[in-house]
């Protein structure tokens, strides 16, 4: 895979416009983090870049090809979503669950082949939860069961990650277990990792490609270096933001505040930013 991009994208909710001529490239075997505050269009963006939504204008490109014009098994083969707070039946087991990801492999009616059957070893190897295969996914705490819906995609086999806060309703220590599980896949297996995040010190943490959205368009664009300062805090959050660096790593880190000069904003912009 050599591109993976949109171009003059528009996205439309009834008359209401949502993502207005967005063109960005987005980086290949890199993790990209797309930031901004409530209603900023990020997970509409995620859902174009995964087919979940038609564009009004422009398009989504992989290697040179539309996403709209490419046949449905043939895009599942390549590119994965995960949605946010994305959910199992009760009885479902975590196996179960994770076969579900060979489906663009599958002719229809067929079952599991032995090469099936090694994917999905595979799958649940790498998010090490082979002892709990059997286990119903309900019965999981929140962190295991995002790596088993990360196994999930891990067993389609595609090259491509698109994930809708993957992050959400999680303990910080399970947070951190899910995000150090993408970077290993995205450093040992090559995988390309687009998410959505709230967090802006855990998408600078761990991104190598930040965008920063406001009212569908971008704002800012670049490395967490970059876009994590304090001008395009205030224009995309509408908050005074003081900028250091997380001691350990080196990585950037947002101590947000608001002052006079920020109180218009919108109360829920401060629910993008972590707390301390």
């Given amino acids: ?20 001529q967005l063109s960005v490239s987005l980086p290949v075997e890199k993790i990209s983090a797309i930031v901004g505050a409530n209603g900023s269009g990020k997970s509409t963006a995620l859902k174009a870049f995964s087919r979940i939504l038609s564009p009004y204008d422009g ?4 290697n ?44 229809w009616f067929s079952s599991l082949g032995s090469d099936d059957h090694d994917k999905i070893d595979w799958a649940l190897e790498i998010v090490d939860l082979s002892d709990l295969r059997d286990r119903p996914v309900a019965s999981l705490s929140g962190g295991q069961q995002q790596r088993v819906w990360i196994a999930m995609t891990l067993a ?14 999680l303990d910080t220590c399970h947070q ?16 390309t990792v687009v998410m959505v995040l709230h967090d802006l010190n855990l998408a600078a943490r761990y991104a190598h490609h930040m965008i920063a959205l406001k009212d569908g368009d971008i704002a800012d664009e670049g490395t967490p ?9 205030r224009t995309v959050f509408g908050i005074e933001a003081h900028i250091t660096r997380d001691p350990r790593i080196g ?25 301390a």
């Fill in 176 to 191: 951190l277990e899910v995000m150090e599980l993408l970077a290993r896949l995205n450093r040992d297996e090559g995988k």
């Fill in 251 to 275: 990585t950037p880190i947002c101590i947000p505040y608001m002052d006079k000069a920020s109180e218009a904003c919108q109360l829920d912009s401060l629910s993008e930013i972590p707390h």
């Fill in 64 to 107: 040179s090809h539309s996403i709209h014009e490419m046949p449905s098994k043939e895009l599942a083969r390549k590119l994965s979503i995960l949605p946010q707070a994305a959910q199992a039946p009760d009885s479902l087991t975590v196996g179960e669950l994770v076969s579900y990801g060979r489906y663009p492999h599958r002719r």
């Fill in 1 to 20: 895979m050599n591109r993976f991009a949109s171009e003059h994208l528009t996205v439309r909710y009834e008359r209401k416009t949502v993502i207005e």
């Fill in 225 to 233: 270096e970059e876009v994590m300062n304090s001008e395009t805090l």
């Fill in 156 to 169: 389609q086999g595609a090259e491509i990650l698109l994930l809708d806060e993957p992050t959400s309703h």
């Fill in 59 to 62: 398009r989504v490109v992989l």
